[in-house]
């Protein structure tokens, strides 16, 4: 995003008196993301990065904020959630839910080199890892079903080579069996703007707004077709060896995985072509809204259905 909503600094002090951070001192909205509305938030005592969220039910919003929290007691670089004064993550403010989390330090969207690759893969299996003790579950809220309904919404809008590819793809993901492969927590989103890097070590994963309950394998195949995508959509070879070998060296891949790996990039980039599409063709009102481009992941999907270079190509 985007800031769909205003905050005051009024209303943000009286907020903060509910928690144990010290007195407002600046606040300012953050244009990058997508979803919700985040300011940066500095008090007499930290920083710290406020979000209110805009869609996501709050029934839903305490899998993702004990999820970080959980993920930040395993030792990760993940914003923990700050606890209020009567010890609960979650609040309201303007009307919206609304959380404040620590900021971590580092900068977004740095080439993705391979040996960033590498400390990515190396991230993800351990975020995979930690995540194998998290007690609440949720299913991922990006999962089939969702595919369906976003797919009927924005069809109509596409000319018809593209409701081809559309028609076709959904028709294959049906038939591509899952069940066979492990399953476990998934931020779903590891794109190079939800990684902080602190010089060349990674300072923060940020944005679990998307995380559910999903094949890992699947969060594996989000990453890659981010990371190690070339312009126009192919895989860089150096880049996948990078960031699937350090997986690979945290959570082996099981052989149903390396069977299911074509599908499973396909179905990665199905799921972003769809989302931008529907922030494309059905935008929502705010007042500093980005939205991404649905075409580079079009492009993405039609390279992945013809060539996808086997899983950890060149590693043991
Ligand atoms: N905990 C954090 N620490 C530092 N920066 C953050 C943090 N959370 C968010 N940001 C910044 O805010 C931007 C938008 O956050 P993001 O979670 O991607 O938004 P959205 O929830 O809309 O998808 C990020 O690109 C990053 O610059
Ligand atoms: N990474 C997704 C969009 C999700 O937005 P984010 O800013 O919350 O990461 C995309 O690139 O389409």
């Given at each position: 995003m985007s800031v769909f909503t205003p905050v005051t600094a009024e209303a943000l002090s009286d907020w903060l008196r509910r928690y144990a951070v010290g007195r407002l001192a600046h606040v300012q909205g953050i244009s990058a993301?997508?979803?919700?509305?985040?300011?940066?938030?500095?008090?007499?005592?930290?920083?710290?990065?406020?979000?209110?969220?805009?869609?996501?039910?709050?029934?839903?919003?305490?899998?993702?904020?004990?999820?970080?929290?959980?993920?930040?007691?395993?030792?990760l670089p993940v914003p923990a959630p700050i606890a209020d004064q009567d010890n609960e993550y979650l609040g309201t403010l303007s009307g919206k839910p609304a959380v404040l989390v620590m900021r971590l330090t580092g900068q977004a969207d740095l080439p993705a080199t391979p040996a960033r690759c590498e400390r990515v893969g190396a991230m993800l299996a351990g975020l995979h890892l930690a995540g194998l003790s998290y007690g609440r579950r949720q299913d991922n809220p990006r999962g089939a079903a969702w595919r369906s309904a976003t797919a009927a919404q924005v069809r109509p809008f596409l000319p018809g080579d593209e409701q081809a590819l559309l028609d076709a793809e959904l028709a294959f993901q049906v038939r591509v069996p899952t069940d066979a492969l492990p399953q476990g927590v998934i931020h779903a989103d590891l794109f190079r703007d939800n990684v902080l890097w602190d010089g060349e070590h990674i300072g923060g994963v940020i944005d679990f707004y998307f995380a559910g309950c999903d094949a890992l394998l699947f969060d594996v195949a989000v990453?890659?077709?981010?990371?190690?995508?070339?312009?126009?959509?192919?895989?860089?070879?150096?880049?996948?060896?990078?960031?699937?070998?350090?997986?690979?060296?945290?959570?082996?891949f099981t052989d149903e995985e390396r069977a299911a790996w074509p599908a499973m990039l396909r179905a990665a980039a199905l799921r972003f072509w769809l989302s931008r599409a529907a922030d494309f063709h059905l935008p929502r009102a705010g007042e500093m809204v980005l939205v991404k481009d649905p075409d580079e992941y079009r492009d993405i999907l039609r390279q992945r259905t013809r060539n996808v270079p086997p899983l950890v190509a060149g590693s043991p």
């Open positions: 993301g997508v979803q919700n509305s985040n300011f940066f938030v500095t008090t007499t005592l930290g920083r710290y990065v406020l979000t209110l969220f805009e869609t996501i039910p709050r029934a839903e919003l305490p899998f993702y904020l004990h999820l970080m929290a959980h993920l930040a007691r395993h030792g990453t890659v077709n981010d990371w190690c995508a070339l312009p126009g959509g192919a895989l860089d070879e150096a880049r996948c060896r990078a960031l699937l070998g350090a997986y690979h060296a945290e959570r082996p």
